[in-house]
């Protein structure tokens, strides 16, 4: 099941804009995460933000948490050619004694010079 | 740096062939996870392995199955292989929850299958 979805599908901008992603979830969430995925490479971890936090920092990143809209948003500020990939929520659940973590479709950021 | 690596970047097989694919991480993570990834599905966990010999079905575990010998590598099992199958295949790994909560995951660069 798709937990996480994100808004919009496609984004273009011009280098040195921000960029604004969103994902909305269904369920109650122990934490919630966003991936960065390069073109035909692995996903890497941006930034964990918990149920209990609203928002994060992480260089150009902030990322903010509503729990009572079920959603989330990832802000790239002053963004770089290099920050063209896709982007992806992750819920997290804990489950056992391991981090499942359901993901949402992605949303492709192409950050044009 | 966690390094997760996964055997094949790309691997052409036959429908019906039993096919491996192998996953080993440096970080003696206790978890381990298969996903499948496809255009406007996202990525769907397959299963998952908390520790070794342990194994649980993720989202969509029909026609897979894992093995978990050693606490390093996970493996993933294409019994029959078929069509349907043909995808990009990623592997993850983690701290467990009851040493830290809410661990990132770390990937591997993926194995792009193909079932012809």
């Known amino acids: 099941s798709q937990q996480g979805e994100e808004d919009p599908q496609a984004l273009s901008i011009q280098e040195g804009e921000n960029a604004t992603m969103n994902c909305s979830y269904k369920t109650s969430i122990n934490n919630l995460q966003w991936y960065r995925q390069n073109s035909g490479r692995g996903l890497v971890h941006l930034i964990l933000i918990r149920s209990n936090e609203r928002e994060k920092h992480s260089g150009r990143l902030r990322v903010t948490l509503d729990t009572s809209k079920k959603s989330s948003s990832l802000l790239i500020t002053a963004s770089r050619a290099a920050d063209t990939a896709s982007y992806f929520c992750?819920?997290?659940?804990?489950?056992?004694?391991?981090?499942?973590?359901?993901f949402g479709t992605g949303t492709q950021l192409k950050v044009e010079l | 740096d966690v390094k997760v690596t996964q055997s094949s970047r790309y691997l052409v097989k036959r429908t019906g062939e039993k096919v491996f694919l192998e996953c080993v991480q440096d970080?003696?993570?206790?978890?381990m996870f298969w996903y499948r990834q496809d255009p406007g599905l996202g990525l769907r966990l397959i299963y998952f392995s908390y520790d070794v010999k342990m194994k649980e079905k993720g989202d969509i575990p029909e026609g897979y199955s894992v093995s978990r010998e050693k606490k390093e590598r996970f493996s993933l099992i294409l019994e029959s292989a078929s069509t349907n199958q043909t995808s990009m295949y990623l592997c993850?790994?983690?701290?467990?929850?009851?040493?830290?909560?809410?661990?990132?995951?770390?990937f591997g660069d993926g194995t792009r299958l193909s079932i012809l």
């Open positions: 993850a790994s983690s701290f467990p929850a009851r040493v830290r909560s809410n661990q990132p995951q770390h």
């Open positions: 970080m003696d993570h206790e978890n």
């Open positions: 992750a819920t997290g659940a804990l489950t056992g004694g391991g981090n499942k973590l359901t």
